[in-house]
């Protein structure tokens, strides 16, 4: 498939015997096609036109974006599981400490410290979070682990055996937004896929997931 391209960022193309439907990924510099190996080149080529612009325009937001974050600095706030924390930059401590409403980190190397604390500290709720949407759902019995994900590409995953990663980033979202990606993981416990039964399951306990997934797209880069 080698010449396929739009504005000028090169289309991978990754075809399965296993895939049903054909879904389009796009990354900061990054396009990919997947797709059922069934589909000739002519139809992922129309699939592919159909979607021009919309890929366009997602390859043009993320080239818009800042090429880096500021490194955490005093004073900043630090929106955490629903609270608002303030940073605290201090050359006597070795190891992020929380203390009431401050997070105080080690004045050498706040970012990496930032991140340790962020996973340690939201490992717990996430798995609580988790259960509960399991237990509404009536998959509890099909949980397996929950763990606490740094994907570059995913705010979460479910494995077929049950275990279920959410990104460590997620704890600055807005509270319903994290709920929202605790549920849509949760849900595939029971659907492995996006069908419309699987989307069924996530409406049946949030009826406005929708609002918060829109949320996840304009604004998680923020996070």
């Keep these: ?60 937001e993320f080239a818009a974006r800042p090429a880096g974050r500021p490194a955490p600095h005093e004073g900043q706030r630090l929106p955490f599981l629903g609270e608002d924390l303030q940073l605290r930059l201090s050359p006597a401590v070795r190891a992020p400490l929380r203390d009431g409403q401050q997070l105080i980190l080690p004045a050498a190397g706040p970012e990496a410290a930032l991140e340790i604390w962020t996973r340690r500290a939201c490992a717990a709720p996430y798995r609580t979070l988790v259960a509960h949407y399991a237990a509404r759902l009536g998959a509890a019995d099909r949980l397996g682990r929950v763990t606490v994900s740094g994907a570059r590409t995913r705010w979460g995953s479910c494995a077929a055996r049950g275990d279920i990663r959410l990104h460590w980033k997620l704890s600055r979202a807005p509270l319903p937004v994290l709920h929202y990606v605790a549920l849509h993981e949760a849900a595939h416990l029971l659907e492995l896929n996006h069908s419309a039964r699987y989307w069924a399951h996530v409406a049946r306990v949030m009826p406005d997931w929708a609002a918060h997934r829109v949320w996840l797209k304009a604004y998680g880069h923020t996070l």
Excluded: K
């Design 1 to 60: 498939m080698s010449g396929w391209d739009i504005g000028g960022v090169p289309v991978t193309v990754q075809r399965s015997g296993r895939r049903r439907t054909v879904a389009l990924q796009v990354a900061p510099g990054a396009v990919t096609l997947y797709a059922p190996a069934r589909l000739t080149a002519a139809q992922l080529q129309t699939i592919l036109d159909t979607r021009r612009d919309w890929v366009a325009r997602h390859l043009a």
